[in-house]
């Protein structure tokens, strides 16, 4: 399912407790990015390459983002950022590997 085939099967009405970010965060966790062809990539314990080593994902691998994060500046085949990915829990890759689409966020900050 792409985001743009999310939609609100209700009645129009948001419901008590729903706010906006609740949306784009089950969206966000609806999409998988790709990480940058022919690199096979560390995830780490948190933002930044001085986190320990969790597992290594190979080359295509695809990830969902739950969350975003400020970290270590880190350059890579898509630029260089400061934006870090949390895959799962206590896994962060650097976002500079991450095929997103944007040079911002696209998940909720962590």
Same mark, same amino acid.
């Given at each position: ?43 780490? /314990? =948190? @933002?930044?390459? &001085? ?8 080359? $295509?691998?695809? +990830? !969902? ?9 880190? /350059? =890579? @085949?898509?630029? &260089? ?8 829990? $206590?896994?962060? +890759? !650097? ?16």
């Amino acid at each position: 399912m792409s985001l743009d085939q999310v939609r609100n099967t209700g009645g129009g009405e948001e419901e008590p407790g729903g706010a906006p970010e609740t949306a784009v965060a089950a969206a966000a966790a609806l999409a998988t990015y790709p990480v940058a062809p022919g690199y096979s990539l560390n995830v780490r /314990s =948190g @933002p930044g390459t &001085t986190y320990s080593l969790v597992r290594v994902l190979s080359a $295509g691998s695809r +990830v !969902s983002i739950h969350c975003q994060r400020t970290g270590e500046r880190v /350059s =890579g @085949p898509y630029g &260089t950022s400061n934006i870090w990915d949390n895959i799962g829990s $206590g896994q962060y +890759v !650097s976002d500079a590997y991450i095929l997103t689409g944007s040079d911002g966020y696209v998940a909720p900050r962590c």
